[in-house]
């Protein structure tokens, strides 16, 4: 086959700031694979890795601060940042890294670059992801960067002390998180487990509006808030508004978490391959 003379256009980029997991099932593994599928080329700021398979994580090391701010200004400034999103953040070292080296780059706050901020903590097995020291940095160093912060239940009690039972304390959760900074705030519902909506909650500091989706019953859903994560900051880069944008990231992790597949004796991850399907691929952000 001969080299071709018209080259296609890149397609568009998006960055992600996150841990690795061994079993690739989260972090990293699911950012990029959600990234793939949703035919966003994905980079990779790698912050920490994990020892870690279906059964949970046993242990973790960071990579120098100096050299995860370094994979960022590096691609940020040869290839260009669509969008950025974070995962595990590890240390309050790191964290600091991250927010000054976004900054610098225009990723979040006032600069043009989208960015989705996932304060994760913790691994679904409860294993923690994060130095305890490190939740001030994140609410004070981070959290004024991002356009959406996308906590879960149990990042919510960490970060607010609020124990969500019910709709109006996932209220009241947003309205507290959202007055730390960012633009928007996604209260995920996904560990309400009296609700059989599975409703995540998204607020601006004026209107709230609510995502309903089925509630499988599944246990495998390793992986499932970053896969929403990383498809609404696809939705992002590709144009879409952030009510749009998180109504794609919902509807992708709804199919994901619809086809999760088991894997190892424990927690199987979420399953990307759906986008993959030639129906799949006519799906847009704002037809879903
Ligand atoms: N059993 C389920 N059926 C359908 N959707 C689910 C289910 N569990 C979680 N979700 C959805 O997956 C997304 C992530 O939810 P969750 O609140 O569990 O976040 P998370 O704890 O960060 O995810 P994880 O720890 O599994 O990666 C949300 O959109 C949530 O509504
Ligand atoms: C490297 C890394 N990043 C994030 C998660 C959270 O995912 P989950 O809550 O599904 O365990 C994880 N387990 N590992």
Redesign the pocket.
Known sequence: MSAPTDRPAPPPTALTIAGTDSGGG?GLAADLRTFFACGVHGLAAVTAVTVQNSLGVTGFTEIPADVVAGQIRSVAEDIGVGAAKTGMLASAEIIHAVAEACRDVGIGGAGPTPFVVDPVAAS?HGDPLLRENALDALRTELFPLATLLTP??DEVRLLTGIDVRDRSDQRRAAQLLHALGPKWVLV????LWTDPD?V?LLHDGREFIELP????P?QH??????T?ASATAAALVKGADMVEAVRYG?AF??RA?HDAYPLGAGIGPVSAFWRLAPEAAQVEPGES
């Not at 995920?188 to 560990?191: A, D, S």
């Not at 859903?221 to 970053?226: A, M, P």
């Open positions: 989260a679904m879960n239940l995920k519902g996904g560990h599975c995540d989706g089925p509630r499988f599944t859903t390793h992986g499932s808030g970053d929403l919902k992790v709804v978490v």
